[in-house]
T-cell receptor, first 115, second 115 residues
Framework: EPEVTQTPSHQVTQMGQEVILRCVPI?????FYWYRQILGQKVEFLVS????????KSEIFDDQFSVERPDGSNFTLKIRSTKLEDSAMYFC?????????????FGPGTRLTVT | QQQVKQSPQSLIVQKGGISIINCAYE??????FPWYQQFPGKGPALLIA???DVSEKKEGRFTISFNKSAKQFSLHIMDSQPGDSATYFC??????????????WGLGTSLAVNP
């Protein structure tokens, strides 16, 4: 069964460093998302992406964040200058079509630890 | 108005019992209400979902009950099994101007089913 994959599973970085979190969505999906979950807290929407453009972003997704689909398979989240409060589990998700955009399939997540 | 409130935070049920998790929302623009199941170390997985024009949806041992006038919905797990032990998230979504969607999540319920 196709699944969303994410790498790395755990990333440790120092405050102020840039990190790139990578995702490979399900191959025939067209809509892509990033969410994050701070330990013990709710899952929060960061950004949605379709047709090589951001569809919607949350207030969390400020100028330090960017997303890119550099090729036909990868979807990346970049944090330019990490802060301690960026420590969280980051989930990538994808959905097939607009009509099925409510069915989002999640990857296993990348745990980002900022020290 | 964008919040989804979920209760209880944790739940312990005996094997064979019924697990009930409740959620409430404010925004009447939400048009799809999914439940996600998350095992430790894994990403959330879509379990079952309902639209507001339906009062109940059943898939195997999992049932969503929906009360549109009260803006509440609940997940019932019948004949709960130890393998159901996981964190359950309710969510709500609506299409945005870009014809995409984001999931608004409840805080999650940690379910433990005792053998």
């Amino acid at each position: 069964e196709p699944e969303v994959t994410q790498t790395p599973s755990h990333q440790v970085t120092q405050m102020g460093q840039e990190v790139i979190l990578r995702c490979v969505p399900i191959s025939n999906h067209l809509y892509f998302y990033w969410y994050r979950q701070i330990l013990g807290q709710k899952v929060e929407f960061l950004v949605s992406f379709y047709n090589n453009e951001i569809s919607e972003k949350s207030e969390i997704f400020d100028d330090q964040f960017s997303v890119e689909r550099p090729d036909g398979s990868n979807f990346t989240l970049k944090i330019r200058s990490t802060k301690l409060e960026d420590s969280a589990m980051y989930f990538c998700a994808s959905s097939r079509t607009f009509l099925q955009a409510y069915e989002q399939y999640f990857g296993p997540g990348t745990r980002l630890t900022v020290t | 108005q964008q919040q989804v409130k979920q209760s209880p935070q944790s739940l312990i049920v005996q094997k064979g019992g019924i697990s009930i998790i409740n959620c409430a929302y404010e925004n009447t623009a939400f048009d799809y209400f999914p439940w996600y199941q998350q095992f430790p170390g894994k990403g959330p997985a879509l379990l079952i979902a309902i639209r507001p024009d339906v009062s109940e949806k059943k898939e195997g041992r999992f049932t969503i009950s929906f009360n549109k006038s009260a803006k509440q919905f609940s997940l019932h797990i019948m004949d709960s099994q130890p393998g159901d032990s996981a964190t359950y998230f309710c969510a709500a979504t609506r299409p945005n101007a870009g014809n995409n969607r984001k999931l608004i999540w409840g805080l999650g319920t940690s379910l433990a089913v005792n053998p």
